[in-house]
């Protein structure tokens, strides 16, 4: 059952806001009155910052235009084709694609900046007397923050509390970032909440622990990261004491369970989420069909983004995450989840056409540009999440993934291949193939560790920063050739550059 708690805290502050102080103290109440109610009054303020800061990660994440198109847009997994007029934008989603962003892209700033607006305000949280579990998860909240910010653009602006706004943030870099994030999360653990995993938890520290661990020697030098065995260790305690949590994490028989309406309730890989209340209370989850599916599919979308032939060609046929019918959409709509390719039907089996008249068959062939008469058809197309047939274009109800038990899985996995036990990050790789129905692999290397995170994770947001910390992110590969090594962080926006004298241009933009 979701938490519908929004309801409840507006309620509160509502009450607060409207009560007479002076009338409600009265000379009849005892002191200890008096502060149980002034208390109540100051939860409930921090409540509904903290709500909000909450509320603040729908607009980098869930946006196609935000994070996820840094991380996902610029790897060898996804790519945003020009169709004729459609989704040229003076070629920004090419930029992304052939890792030629300037520092005047115009989704790459307000990006910097929403990731930046949760730093502040959960800072700003710890201004307000919170109790200890309150400035716990706004301190998660900022460390998550902190850690996407560093990952992108290696400079993270940060204040302390209470610290004067009129000057310029100090500015923390790579590993001295992942420093910050690691000890603030140790600090905070026991005060984070057992759950429920639409609210920042310690499962869900335990996972950022771990990615900060994992990526470390990559933050302090992307081109030839390292790995330290002390974090290698800290990332396998870390997975096992979540494998262990109470809460009882497994895979999920449905690998779409984890992305579709009502997935919280339906996986129980699921640890963190942005909460989206269907009808009423969402982020903009339904641009993740909305961006790929073609206009005259049900439900109809912006024919987008698609993934590319070389990485759909790697996965096994038998495997149940390249795609499947899904109760509740396909029978609803005729399509399926996963990667649309071929003839794509209605409801009824009714092969469909785009709009140039053509079957709308989607072809593994695409290219950044197109401007043949079937522009409309070429390309994969990728259902990660199914969409809410009953809310469809907007106020969803897929809460947004950010960690989830498989990704915990595949980074103990890793962890042990690094260290050298090869053997045991194997026997997790093949536990995860076995659920989704491929064959076990014979042996386990760097290079397929890395495509096993392709087939588990693909258009999560994680593919960039996987590229880096394996080496792989420079190569060239379809649409696009080998990449100038400044490409290994983005560059700081102008906007930013001109207001904080602390930040400094990245190399080589």
Not at 358 to 386: C, D, H, Q, W
Not at 406 to 431: P, Q, W
């Amino acid at each position: 059952m979701k938490i519908k708690f929004p309801i409840i805290l507006f309620l509160l502050i509502g009450v607060f806001a409207c009560t007479d102080l002076e009338e409600e103290l009265r000379e009849d109440l005892t002191g200890a009155q008096a502060k149980a109610i002034l208390e109540s009054s100051s939860k409930a303020e921090v409540d509904a910052l903290l709500l909000s800061a909450y509320r603040d990660l729908r607009t980098p994440f869930q946006s196609q235009t935000g994070f996820w198109a840094t991380q996902e847009l610029t790897s060898d997994a996804a790519i945003p084709p020009t169709r004729g007029g459609d989704w040229d934008d003076n070629g920004k989603w090419r930029a992304l694609h052939l890792h030629n962003v300037d520092a005047d892209h115009p989704d790459q700033g307000p990006t910097f900046n929403n990731l930046l607006k949760i730093v502040f305000n959960t800072t700003n949280i710890l201004t307000f007397g919170p109790d200890a579990s309150q400035a716990a998860q706004a301190k998660f909240l900022r460390a998550f923050a902190i850690f996407c910010v560093a990952d992108g653009w290696n400079q993270v602006p940060v204040r302390e509390p209470g610290e004067n706004l009129l000057e310029a943030p100090r500015v923390l870099k790579g590993s001295e970032a992942l420093d910050f994030i690691i000890d603030e999360l140790n600090a905070i653990m026991n005060d984070l909440p057992d759950g429920p995993p639409t609210i920042a938890n310690k499962d869900a520290a335990k996972v950022l622990l771990m990615k900060a661990h994992l990526n470390r020697g990559t933050f302090a030098d992307r081109s030839n990261p390292s790995f330290e065995t002390s974090d290698l260790d800290q990332v396998i305690s870390l997975a096992d004491q979540v494998i262990g949590s109470p809460i009882g994490y497994a895979l999920a028989d449905n690998y779409f369970d984890n992305f579709a309406p009502q997935n919280t309730q339906k996986s129980p890989e699921i640890i963190w989420v942005e909460e989206n209340l269907g009808g009423s209370s969402s982020g903009d989850v339904h641009t993740r069909w909305f961006m790929t599916m073609h206009y005259n599919q049900n439900p109809s979308g912006w024919n987008g983004f698609a993934t590319l032939s070389d990485f759909y060609d790697k996965f096994d046929p038998s495997d149940a995450r390249i795609g499947a019918e899904y109760e509740g959409f396909t029978d609803l709509t005729g399509v399926r989840a996963g990667f649309l390719v071929g003839q794509q039907v209605d409801v009824d089996g009714n092969a469909l056409d785009d709009r140039k008249g053509n079957k709308l068959a989607f072809t593994p062939e695409v290219s950044l540009i197109e401007s043949a008469n079937n522009l409309e058809i070429t390309g994969m197309r990728v259902i990660k999440y199914p969409p809410d047939m009953v809310n469809p274009g907007g106020n969803s109800d897929n809460d947004y993934v950010h960690f989830r038990f498989a990704d915990v899985l595949l980074m103990k996995a890793e962890a042990l291949l690094r260290k050298g036990d090869a053997g045991s990050g194997l026997s997790i790789v093949n536990e995860i193939r076995t659920k989704r129905g491929v064959a076990p692999l014979a042996s386990l290397n760097l290079d397929n560790m890395l495509d096993e995170r392709g087939f588990e994770m693909y258009w999560e947001g994680w593919r960039r920063q996987d590229l880096i910390r394996f080496g792989k992110f420079l190569d060239g590969w379809q649409e696009k050739p080998a990449s100038d090594s400044k490409a290994l962080v983005m560059p700081i926006p102008n906007g930013a550059l001109a207001v904080n004298p602390n930040l400094t241009q990245n190399p080589g933009y």
